[in-house]
Each structure stands twice: as structure tokens, then as C-alpha cells.
């Protein structure tokens, strides 16, 4: 069984920033890639940042220029550190881990970004 645990989230004001974290523990394994998503209230989930076991990323073009992701192999820990929010980036952003064929999401973190 894995565990994530996210944290970081909360209200912020327009412009601001908000650093997401993301651990997974629970047995020893190797993580293939792990990834940030979001589902903003009447509209689909959508991938936000993805980063492989190479250090590969990939970014949604929303996002791109103003949120990095990054990751910790020793901890096993995910981040997302987001600058110049906006308003739209509000959402319930949720971690996912992937081992193998195997795929785990997090519980999710509410990032709200007054106007």
C-alpha cells in the first residue's frame, strides 16, 4: 500500500505564489514518474506538471513560464512551486505517483487565487 500525503495549499492573492508538496512512502519501490493535476469546479481534470524518474518534465501550456515542478528521489516527495497565480489556476490540485503499471493519487489540496 502507498501513501500520499500533499500539503501546501491555500488562499493566496492574485500575483502570489504557493509551493505544493507531495511524499509517498509506504513500501520500497521505484517511482516511474510523479505529476501534479487539477479539477476546477464544472471543468475536466487536467494534467498540470509531470516529472519522470529521468528529470524529464512536462507542463501544461497554462502553467508554463510561471509553475515548476520538481522532485526529491531520497524522499520520494513531489513539488510544485507556483508563482504569478491567477485566478483561473483555482482548483483542488491532486498528486499522482506512478510505480510500474501501478498508479496512486493523493488526497488532493485546495489552491484558491483571489482577484
Known amino acids: 500500500q502507498v501513501q500520499l500525503v500533499e500539503s501546501g495549499g491555500g488562499l493566496v492573492q492574485a500575483g502570489g505564489s504557493l509551493r505544493l508538496s507531495c511524499a509517498a512512502s509506504?513500501?520500497?519501490?521505484?517511482?516511474?514518474?510523479m505529476g501534479w493535476y487539477r479539477q476546477a469546479p464544472g471543468k475536466q481534470h487536467e494534467l498540470v506538471a509531470v516529472?519522470?524518474?529521468?528529470?524529464?518534465?512536462n507542463y501544461a501550456d497554462s502553467v508554463k513560464g510561471r509553475f515548476t515542478i520538481s522532485r526529491d528521489n531520497a524522499k520520494n516527495t513531489v513539488y510544485l512551486q507556483m508563482n504569478s497565480l491567477k485566478p483561473e489556476d483555482t482548483a483542488v490540485y491532486y498528486c499522482?505517483?506512478?510505480?510500474?503499471?501501478?498508479?496512486?493519487w493523493g488526497q488532493g489540496t485546495q489552491v484558491t487565487v483571489s482577484s
Open positions: 499522482k505517483v506512478v510505480l510500474g503499471p501501478y498508479y496512486y
Open positions: 516529472v519522470t524518474s529521468e528529470g524529464e518534465t
Open positions: 509506504g513500501r520500497d519501490f521505484s517511482i516511474k514518474s
